[in-house]
Structure formats: structure tokens, C-alpha cells
Nanobody, 116 residues
Framework: QVQLQESGPGLVKPSQTLSLTCTVS??????????WRWIRQPPGKGLEWMGA???????YYSPSLKSRTSISRDTSKNQFTLQLSSVTPEDTAVYYC????????WGKGTLVTVSS
């Protein structure tokens, strides 16, 4: 059973960089054809796909966030990370990491608030 857990600061100041880590257990992030995703949900709004990193290390980004988003991985720790730069209060959301491998595996999500 694959399990994902997000971690990172719950409060980030405007203009700073938001950084979150997803730690994976029960499966390897290098498993063929697995794509590891970051998704967020602002308060009162729907889910927004932010980007993904593939088993190969290739990355994919939402066009609307591409200029501010970077996804990377540490295979030795079985983790992948999200960095979102130049944040504003509109980036306040619950951030999730997710895997689709025939079924959805979600982290529990972590609330990040952007505020001074």
C-alpha cells in the first residue's frame, strides 16, 4: 500500500518561496510509469493540478504556474518536492501530493497560508 505524506511550513510570507516535501512509503518513486503529482485546493475553490514528476525524473507543469513552479526529487529518500516562488495570498491552499497507479493515492494534505 503506497502512502504519501506532505510536510513543510504552514505559513509563508508574500514574495517568498513555498517549499513542500512529499515522503513516499510502500512504493518507489522510480517505479516505471508512476507519475507523482502536486495538487492544491484554495479555500472554497476546486482542485488545481500544479505539476508532476515522472518515474524517469521528467517534469510537467501547469501552464498557469509554470513560471513559478519547480518539482524535484530525492530518490535516496524516496521524496519529491514542490517549490512555488513569489507567493501571494492567492496561493493559500491545502496542498496535496498524489499518485495515480490504477487507483488514486493521496496524501492527507497540508494547509499553507500566505500572509505577512
Amino acid at each position: 500500500q503506497v502512502q504519501l505524506q506532505e510536510s513543510g511550513p504552514g505559513l509563508v510570507k508574500p514574495s517568498q518561496t513555498l517549499s513542500l516535501t512529499c515522503t513516499v512509503s510502500g512504493g518507489s518513486i522510480t517505479t516505471n510509469y508512476y507519475y507523482w503529482r502536486w495538487i492544491r485546493q484554495p479555500p472554497g475553490k476546486g482542485l488545481e493540478w500544479m505539476g508532476a514528476i515522472a518515474y524517469s525524473g521528467s517534469t510537467y507543469y501547469s501552464p498557469s504556474l509554470k513560471s513559478r513552479t519547480s518539482i524535484s526529487r530525492d530518490t535516496s529518500k524516496n521524496q519529491f518536492t514542490l517549490q512555488l516562488s513569489s507567493v501571494t495570498p492567492e496561493d493559500t491552499a491545502v496542498y496535496y501530493c498524489k499518485l495515480y497507479a490504477g487507483t488514486d493515492y493521496w496524501g492527507k494534505g497540508t494547509l499553507v497560508t500566505v500572509s505577512s
